[in-house]
């Protein structure tokens, strides 16, 4: 079966262009979750939704950043003006929700580079 | 606020030398804790869910223990190819939904 699916795996860009990264959960999965990772950070959930529908997006930095999940198979992250600040890996992750502990399973993640 | 601390930050073995990592947390109230581990350029890959103080569950020559205070990851006679950074998360009961918050690792390194 397939794991989650990301793309594109590594992004570099200029300050102030738009990113927009992708994801495509495992199949059957009803939860999805976007993570950044730094080294300083370390991996912090950015927003998640639940069937669709976002849940939580205390994470979110700031404006620039906004995420959609228009249907049960796709979503992306979106940053507009993109800074150098933005650098990180990208992680999406899905889980069933709805049992009493829901294990995330992780994609390979996107390696995003801001100069 | 729900917090995950892991120790120590990195750690490094020679093959065969059995050690064990901590994941110390603190929590409203605890759903489930989460062992996972990250090789590098890759995404956190699951190995345990423990739920209660006492339980232990155990793959190959990795074995994790949970108390109500902490959890740890028991490595057994380690091989280099269990290096890798090993992280801890945690899932609550109320007010967290579905979200783990996780530690920051433990990065092991086991040597020839």
């Known amino acids: 079966d397939a794991g989650v699916i990301q793309s594109p795996r590594h992004e570099v860009t200029e300050m102030g262009q738009e990113v927009t990264l992708r994801c495509k959960p495992i199949s059957g999965h009803n939860s999805l979750f976007w993570y950044r990772q730094t080294m300083m950070r370390g991996l912090e959930l950015l927003i998640y939704f639940n069937n669709n529908v976002p849940i939580d997006d205390s994470g979110m930095p700031e404006d620039r950043f906004s995420a959609k999940m228009p249907n049960a198979s796709f979503s992306t992250l979106k940053i507009q003006p993109s800074e150098p600040r933005d650098s990180a890996v990208y992680f999406c992750?899905?889980?069933?929700?709805?049992?009493?502990?829901?294990?995330?399973?992780f994609g390979p993640g996107t390696r995003l580079t801001v100069l | 606020e729900d917090q995950v601390t892991q120790s120590p930050e990195a750690l490094r073995l020679q093959e065969g030398e059995s050690s064990s990592l901590n994941c110390s947390y603190t929590?409203?109230?605890?759903?489930?804790l989460f062992w996972y581990r990250q090789d590098p350029g890759k995404g956190p890959e699951f190995l345990f869910t423990?739920?209660?103080a006492g339980e232990e569950k155990e793959k190959e020559r990795l074995k994790a223990t949970l108390t109500k205070k902490e959890s740890f990851l028991h490595i057994t006679a380690p091989k280099p190819e269990d290096s890798a950074t090993y992280l801890c998360a945690v899932q609550v009961v109320t007010g967290g939904g579905n979200k783990l918050t996780f530690g920051t690792g433990t990065q092991l390194k086991v040597e020839l």
């Open positions: 423990l739920y209660s």
């Open positions: 929590v409203s109230g605890l759903r489930g």
């Open positions: 992750a899905s889980s069933l929700a709805g049992g009493p502990v829901n294990t995330q399973y």
